[in-house]
């Protein structure tokens, strides 16, 4: 059976932990590097570190936040914000990342993802894709790119399964309408995506509680991420993980 993975978020900016509502309204959650270490005292797979103003500044992610996350760290870490070029994967890699998320630059010129592939291998490269519902009756969604501020008329679907073909090893497919929320997953978004491509799908945005990460997973996620609750302290990764276990959930304890 395959082991799930969790996967705690850090969002940065500023050097600081931060979370939000839909990229909005954020406040301070705390150090990078201790809550890191902390979340991988309680069992944590991954961490993923985030710098979300980055693509705002024109910049990638800040190399010495990574490095001193990475001095913690003994797990896998997954960095993103602002890579717009090979060479910028390969400074986050240098930095400590063992994985490079792509984002709205991807997006925008989707060679990004063959180009970091084919230098560093597919299993470095997380394709990000940030995806808002439609007010189409039919569930569709769109691509949402630099933190969330705009919205492209790239189906999210569609694009998973180009960043797939392109290289990406994994796929983190957040739902923008439930980010920060507290709501649940989007189960139809996950669905849609995992069902469309044969990598891994990290699901994102919305996690409450320890049902929501049973959901995601019958929904076809490999993985599942989540940020406030775990920073808040409403549940600890060992909670969920314990949780998910006596629900026939493999994961490593």
């Known amino acids: 059976m395959l082991t799930r993975r ?87 890699l240098n930095a400590g990342a063992d994985k490079v998320g792509l984002n709205t630059a991807a997006a925008l010129r989707p060679e990004l993802v063959s180009e970091c592939a084919e230098r560093f291998g597919s299993q470095c490269i997380v394709a990000s894709i940030d995806a808002a519902r439609s007010l189409d009756p039919r569930p569709t969604w769109n691509v949402r790119i630099k933190g969330g501020d705009s919205r492209t008329p790239l189906d999210a679907i569609e694009w998973a399964v180009r960043a797939e073909s392109l290289g990406a090893g994994e796929i983190l497919l957040t739902s923008w309408d439930r980010d920060g929320t507290t709501s649940g997953f989007d189960l139809d978004l996950t669905a849609a995506v995992a069902h469309s491509v044969h990598v891994p799908v990290i699901a994102s945005g919305g996690a409450s509680r320890p049902s929501d990460f049973v959901e995601a997973i019958a929904a076809g996620a490999e993985a599942v991420l989540a940020a406030t609750i775990f920073h808040e302290a409403r549940f600890s990764v060992q909670q969920i993980k314990q949780f998910l276990k006596t629900q026939g959930v493999e994961v490593r304890l």
């Open 6 to 92: 969790i996967i705690p978020c850090l969002d940065i900016d500023g050097g600081r932990v931060v979370k939000g509502i839909r990229f909005q309204g954020l406040r301070d959650s705390g150090d990078p590097a201790e809550l890191a270490a902390r979340y991988e005292a309680e069992g944590a797979d991954e961490i993923a570190l985030l710098d979300i103003s980055a693509g705002k500044q024109s910049r990638i992610a800040d190399t010495q936040t990574i490095a001193r996350v990475r001095a913690v760290l003994s797990i896998p870490l997954t960095v993103g914000g602002g890579v717009r070029s090979a060479d910028d994967a390969d400074r986050l």
